[in-house]
């Protein structure tokens, strides 16, 4: 099992630029979720998909940020145009629900992230 | 609204002793509890889960316990190790998916 596989780990790059952050889930997991984490807001979950559909994306901070799933195995998050307070570390994690119910009630297993810095 | 908080923020103690991180909640619908553990640069690991119709979960030196009457959930480590020196985030599932603020443990050898 390969895990959760996020690219790339680092990006730096000027504000204004746009940010697109891939993920792999885990084959055959249904669930998949995007974070980011700052010493000031902890862990935020931003969006999360069911079966490929954004099912709650309230925790998406602004229009700049979208999120898509085009099919089970990758999603992107993409930020455009990006600014210095979106400097922050992303994870992206899957898990598998079995429809079980809104959430996957199972244990998510997270990819290593990606750290970004705006400039 | 639903919030998780998660006390201490911080947590000292010496080899051996025993640690232990308290999350309560607001959440009634919430009826799923996973533990995780952040080592510094590395992502969040679930160590620990507990399930609503269960009260208490161990495993070798950790154990979780719940009390959803009082909404409050604990993880407890016994016999620390210097090597669980990290970052501990309570989380829980119902009507919303929520991480508390965190815990950073530091095991003194």
């Known amino acids: 099992d390969a895990g959760v596989i996020q690219s790339p780990r680092h990006e730096v790059t000027e504000m204004g630029q746009e940010v697109t952050l891939r993920c792999k889930p885990i084959?055959?997991?249904?669930?998949l979720f995007w974070y980011r984490q700052t010493m000031m807001r902890g862990l935020e979950l931003l969006i999360y998909f069911n079966n490929n559909v954004p099912i709650d994306d309230s925790g998406m901070p602004e229009d700049r940020f979208s999120a898509k799933m085009p099919n089970a195995s990758f999603s992107t998050l993409k930020i455009q145009p990006s600014e210095p307070r979106d400097s922050a570390v992303y994870f992206c994690?899957?898990?598998f629900g079995g429809g079980t119910g809104v959430y996957s009630n199972q244990p998510q297993h997270f990819g290593d992230g990606t750290r970004l810095s705006i400039l | 609204g639903e919030n998780v908080e998660q006390h201490p923020s911080t947590l000292s103690v010496q080899e051996g002793d025993s640690a232990v991180i308290k999350c309560t909640y607001s959440d009634s619908a919430s009826n799923y509890f996973p533990w995780y553990k952040q080592e510094l640069g590395k992502r969040p690991q679930l160590i620990i889960d507990i399930r609503s119709n269960v009260g208490e979960k161990k495993d070798q030196r950790i154990a979780v316990t719940l009390n959803k009457t009082a909404k409050h959930f604990s993880l407890h480590i016994t016999e620390t190790q210097p090597e669980d020196s990290a970052v501990y985030f309570c989380?829980?599932?119902?009507?919303?998916?929520?991480f508390g603020q965190g815990t950073t443990l530091q095991v003194k050898p």
């Open positions: 084959s055959g997991h249904d669930y």
């Open positions: 994690a899957s898990s």
């Open positions: 989380a829980l599932e119902g009507s919303k998916l929520i």
